[in-house]
């Protein structure tokens, strides 16, 4: 089945608008412009539809390629204005900062941190050898019910980690307040919108400062040859 049938524009414009949406804090009138600057035209709504529908696509076979995530989650959640209403955000990185899982949740209780943990094993498949969070009990019930094995940490600073990584999600967030973008105007398109994220995020995750100037760029050919993969 060919993922592009009936779309006007090529491919290779329709990918690019969405690899700039959810790799860079831009608006869908911002990559309007730069598709402009390059004498492509095209609308925003064009574009916010192409990011809604490949976004996801791209993301579900960036997931099913994915080489794996280490054995030490860090786990937070954060709330998240979404139509008016509260809702929390649950997140849990690795070691090396790769996005395990996103999920946004009504509350954040020990259902809900049932929840969150039962994705995490799905996304895993294996129990990680040891979990970071802070001191909320809902964790402590979840690690009890579903994880009794794991270490689980709780100590100060040491969840830094997950913290900084809501970071990202708060500057698109703050943007989205003015601009034309309505991922956080419903539950359903900021979750998919953060899936999202998260699958590009990862695959361009290459740790830059940790290593060589030439070792960055071989790493960046293999993430945009995976990427091609993905939207072929």
Same mark, same amino acid.
């Given at each position: 089945?060919?993922?592009?049938? @009936?779309?006007?524009?090529?491919?290779? $414009?329709?990918?690019? +608008?969405?690899?700039?949406?959810?790799?860079?804090?831009?608006?869908?009138?911002? $990559?309007?412009?730069?598709?402009?600057?390059?004498?492509?035209?095209? +609308?925003?709504?064009?574009?916010?539809?192409?990011?809604?529908?490949?976004?996801? $696509?791209?993301?579900?076979?960036?997931?099913?390629?994915?080489?794996?995530?280490?054995?030490?989650?860090? $786990?937070?959640?954060?709330?998240?204005?979404?139509?008016?209403?509260?809702?929390?955000?649950?997140?849990?990185?690795?070691?090396?900062?790769?996005?395990?899982?996103?999920?946004?949740?009504?509350?954040?209780?020990?259902?809900?941190?049932?929840?969150?943990?039962?994705?995490?094993?799905?996304?895993?498949?294996?129990?990680?050898?040891?979990?970071?969070?802070?001191?909320?009990?809902?964790?402590?019930?979840?690690?009890?019910?579903?994880?009794?094995?794991?270490?689980?940490?709780?100590?100060?600073?040491?969840?830094?980690?997950?913290?900084? +990584?809501?970071?990202?999600?708060?500057?698109?967030?703050?943007?989205?307040?003015?601009?034309?973008?309505?991922?956080?105007?419903?539950?359903?398109?900021?979750?998919?919108?953060?899936?999202?994220?998260?699958?590009?995020?990862?695959?361009?995750?290459?740790?830059?400062?940790?290593?060589?100037?030439?070792?960055?760029?071989?790493? @960046?050919?293999?993430?945009?040859?995976?990427?091609?993969?993905?939207?072929?």
């Amino acid at each position: 089945m060919n993922t592009y049938k @009936r779309h006007r524009f090529p491919p290779d $414009i329709i990918s690019y +608008s969405v690899w700039l949406y959810h790799r860079f804090n831009l608006s869908h009138r911002d $990559i309007e412009d730069l598709l402009a600057e390059r004498g492509i035209t095209v +609308s925003r709504e064009a574009i916010r539809l192409w990011c809604i529908k490949f976004g996801a $696509i791209y993301a579900r076979r960036l997931k099913r390629k994915h080489r794996g995530y280490g054995d030490t989650f860090y $786990i937070d959640e954060v709330f998240v204005k979404i139509n008016g209403k509260q809702y929390y955000l649950w997140r849990a990185v690795d070691q090396d900062g790769e996005v395990v899982d996103v999920f946004l949740q009504a509350k954040r209780d020990g259902a809900a941190a049932k929840r969150f943990f039962k994705r995490l094993l799905r996304s895993h498949g294996e129990e990680p050898r040891k979990i970071v969070t802070d001191k909320l009990r809902s964790y402590g019930f979840a690690h009890r019910e579903l994880i009794p094995e794991t270490i689980h940490s709780t100590q100060q600073y040491e969840n830094n980690r997950a913290e900084q +990584s809501h970071e990202t999600t708060r500057v698109r967030e703050r943007g989205m307040r003015w601009s034309d973008n309505s991922e956080f105007k419903s539950v359903r398109q900021a979750q998919r919108f953060l899936g999202a994220h998260a699958a590009v995020s990862n695959l361009f995750n290459l740790g830059r400062h940790l290593v060589s100037a030439q070792h960055y760029r071989d790493l @960046r050919v293999s993430a945009f040859s995976e990427w091609d993969r993905a939207v072929a």
